[in-house]
């Protein structure tokens, strides 16, 4: 398993991920954290992240935003999940697949799925307050 930390300092180092379980990164402002070419196994974790977009392009196993304020987070494919939790006015674009999209914790939140998923569309679960699902 693989993650990308993205901890809320001032300093924003180089983005990489790597085969270690934990990868630290420290991003606040930066709009344009990309992950290319990712390995389906990984798992994308990105933590308290302030006024951010991210963009994964690729297939991961899953994704988790955590504690993050103003983000955006666009994806392809994820073969679990992604999750939000205890995030404040975050932004969730699916480009691709996902079967499941989780909502915990959260205080405004709007989460746009592709066609594909929209067959299905995830539900949000409790606590969770302002969620958009389009």
Do not use: W
Not at 108 to 120: K, P, R
């Amino acid at each position: 398993m693989s993650a990308f930390f993205c901890h809320g300092h001032a300093v924003n180092p180089p983005l990489s991920l790597s085969l270690f379980p934990y990868l630290q990164e420290n991003q606040v402002g930066n709009k344009n954290i990309i992950i290319e070419n990712p390995e389906v196994r990984q798992t994308v974790y990105i933590y308290k992240c302030h006024d951010s977009v991210i963009q994964i392009k690729g297939k991961v196993n899953s994704i988790m935003l955590d504690s993050c304020k103003k983000t955006g987070l666009v994806f392809e494919n994820a073969i679990s999940v992604a999750e939000v939790v205890n995030c404040a006015s975050v932004q969730v674009q699916v480009t691709g697949k996902v079967p499941s999209v989780a909502i915990d914790k959260t205080s405004g939140c709007q989460v746009f799925l592709s066609a594909e998923v929209c067959l299905h569309p995830p539900s949000p679960t409790h606590p969770s307050l302002r969620v958009r699902v389009s």
